[in-house]
């Protein structure tokens, strides 16, 4: 819809505010770069709100033009800073929220985060804010989508710091024990056993038994000669270095551990995540200018789409058992 289509459309917000909200997802300033630069195509006063909800709540935000984005999509992190804020899980800090979007009379506001911000944006649809999220977290954890933007990029980072540890590994004749993130979910885990050839793999979502998930695997490999082994553990597992010292007791064979922690939030976001980032927010103004209210940007089957928040928060979404079989039997 072009610029001046916009004014025919009835009911239209004509401001829109945007902020990125919990733990920061390499893509997400370039969906904010999407959003303002769409945003504005099509006839809309784009705010920027600084570190989420906690800038909503103290009217910290300010308005963007074309040029406050440029240079930012290659940068990780979010220029807008994120934040998580405590307050806003009441429903005093959510019409405190709604009433602070009035003084600055936002028609709507654009939510670029995790589930729990989602959470977050459907309280603040129900006291009346128009809200639209676009999906970015490394975790890939958000149900009504196929693809979360930032999880690419973890990926690869998560990628080539096993091939580094990998190294050390065949070189010493080791076992490394690696934590990837995901307090919740294994996608990041069970993506990087398959790229990585790991030989066991320990998901969130599964129950284990040190004997039958990583030591049997590991000896079965040492009976066909292979000598050096990558163990993933997805951080909501936990234990991840009592595990490392329970396999070294266990076989003998000497035993490390690597958290690999922050570093696979930050950095560059890969092609994908840039390009994924751009045409969710895209599709988010697409749906803000056609009037459309309270949804939630999704890739489903290579497309993006928008459901209705209620919805997309009621949905569920688990791990491709294809890829759990991929990874035990291809470690083989
Ligand atoms: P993410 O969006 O990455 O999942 P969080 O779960 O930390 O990150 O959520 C970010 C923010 O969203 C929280 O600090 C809080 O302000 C808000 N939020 C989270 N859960 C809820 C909820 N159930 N109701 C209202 N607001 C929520
Ligand atoms: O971004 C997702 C995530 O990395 C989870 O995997 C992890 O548990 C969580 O964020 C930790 O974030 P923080 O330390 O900022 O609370």
């Known amino acids: 819809m072009s610029a001046e289509n916009i004014e025919n459309v009835v009911g239209r917000p004509k401001r829109i505010g945007v902020l990125t909200s919990g733990g920061d997802a390499p893509g997400m300033n370039a969906a904010l770069r999407a959003v303002v630069r769409s945003g504005i195509y099509r006839g809309f006063e784009v705010y920027g709100i600084r570190k989420g909800y906690e800038g909503l709540l103290s009217g910290d935000m300010y308005e963007m033009n074309l040029r406050s984005v440029s240079d930012i999509m290659n940068r990780g992190g979010t220029i807008l800073q994120t934040a998580r804020c405590p307050e806003f899980m009441t429903q005093e800090g959510v019409l405190r929220g709604y009433r602070m979007a009035q003084v600055f009379k936002l028609d709507a506001i654009v939510i670029i985060g995790g589930d729990g911000s989602f959470r977050g944006a459907r ?92 030591i049997k695997p590991i000896i079965g490999c040492r009976n066909r000669g292979k000598h050096h082994y990558i163990v993933i553990i997805a951080e909501g597992v936990g234990g991840t270095i009592e595990i490392a ?88």
């Open 123 to 214: 309280d603040l649809a129900k006291v009346g804010m128009n809200v639209i999220g676009i999906p970015a977290t490394i975790d890939n954890d958000i149900s009504s989508t196929d693809y979360t933007i930032g999880f690419d990029t973890a990926l690869n980072t998560v990628k080539d710091a096993i091939d580094k540890i990998k190294d050390t590994a065949y070189s010493h004749e080791r076992c490394s024990v690696v934590e990837v993130m995901g307090r919740g979910a294994g996608y990041i885990a069970l993506s990087c056993a398959i790229a990585d050839g790991a030989e066991a793999c320990i998901l969130p979502e599964q129950h284990f038994d040190i004997n039958t998930d990583i």
């Open 245 to 332: 010292k329970q396999i070294e007791e266990i076989t003998g064979i000497s035993t490390n551990a690597t958290i690999l922690g922050y570093q696979q939030r930050g950095g560059s976001p890969t092609v994908k995540d840039r390009v994924a980032a751009s045409l969710m927010a895209m599709k988010a103004t697409e749906v803000l200018a056609a009037g459309e209210r309270n949804k939630i940007i999704a890739e489903k089957n290579e497309k993006y789409i928008a459901i209705d928040i209620d919805e997309a928060l009621n949905m569920t979404k688990s791990l491709d058992p294809d890829m759990i079989e991929a990874s035990k039997m291809l470690s083989l």
